[in-house]
């Protein structure tokens, strides 16, 4: 079984920064891709960065310029660095990986609990 945790949450005033951070563990032979998406009150989830093991990235159009996505394959991690934070960026973020398991064939989604960025007027 895999898990995923995410860190890195809290609030912050607009225009600050946050760092998220979110580690794999389990019996995972390879992972296609790691990124985060994010479910604000009301609204539907979103897509806001994605990088696969090759480091190929996308990016929701709302965050270019002001989120990076990194990772480490060896330690199957991914982090989010949020920079010129604004409140329309509150939201409980999700980690999400793309696993294949060892000794079984197939691919699994799996999902972090979420983590909580609230960002202050």
């Known amino acids: 079984q895999v898990e995923l945790v995410e860190s890195g949450g809290g609030l912050v005033q607009a225009g600050g920064s946050l760092r998220l951070s979110c580690a794999a563990s389990?019996?995972?032979?390879?992972?296609?891709?790691m990124g985060w998406y994010r479910r604000a009150p009301g609204k539907q989830r979103e897509l806001v960065a994605i990088?696969?093991?090759?480091?190929?990235?996308n990016f929701a159009d709302s965050v270019k310029g002001r989120f990076t996505i990194s990772k480490d394959n060896a330690k199957n991690t991914v982090d989010l660095q949020m920079n010129s934070l604004k409140p329309e960026d509150t939201a409980v973020y999700y980690c999400?990986?793309?696993?294949?398991?060892?000794?079984?064939?197939?691919?699994?989604?799996?999902w972090g609990q979420g983590t909580q960025v609230t960002v202050s007027t």
């Open positions: 999400n990986a793309e696993i294949q398991l060892r000794g079984r064939t197939g691919q699994f989604l799996y």
């Open positions: 389990g019996s995972i032979f390879s992972i296609n891709h």
């Open positions: 990088i696969t093991r090759g480091g190929r990235t």
